[in-house]
């Protein structure tokens, strides 16, 4: 059974960080390409970045390259996801998916930036 748990989301003000987690149980994320989405209130689901399998290579929307970077710690089977410089417009709940012959999703974490 494989789960993902993010956790590390909050209210932040405009201009401040936050480091997300998703922590995975029943595979390995190594072995899997991790996405982070997030779901702004009332908007699709898009997708924020990458981190490939194995080689680590990473990628990221436009909306948050420079500002934002996906890691993997393979010790404690968790990807990570650092975000500054946050801005109004990145509230929304981020997700976090292992895509591999089956996809699996964790249940989101909420992430408000405000003053």
């Known amino acids: 059974q494989v789960q993902l748990v993010e956790s590390g989301g909050g209210l932040v003000q405009p201009g401040g960080s936050l480091r997300l987690s998703c922590a995975a149980s029943g595979a390995t994320v190594s072995m899997y390409v991790m996405r982070w989405y997030r779901q702004a209130p009332g908007g699709e689901r898009e997708w924020v970045a990458t981190?490939?399998?194995?080689?680590?290579?990473?990628n990221y929307a436009d909306s948050v390259k420079g500002r934002f970077i996906i890691s993997r710690d393979n010790a404690k089977n968790t990807v990570y996801l650092q975000m500054s410089s946050l801005k109004p417009e990145d509230t929304a709940v981020y997700y976090c998916?292992?895509?591999?012959?089956?996809?699996?999703w964790g249940q989101g974490t909420q992430v408000t930036v405000s003053s």
């Open positions: 981190i490939a399998r194995v080689t680590g290579g990473t």
């Open positions: 998916k292992m895509a591999g012959s089956r996809e699996y």
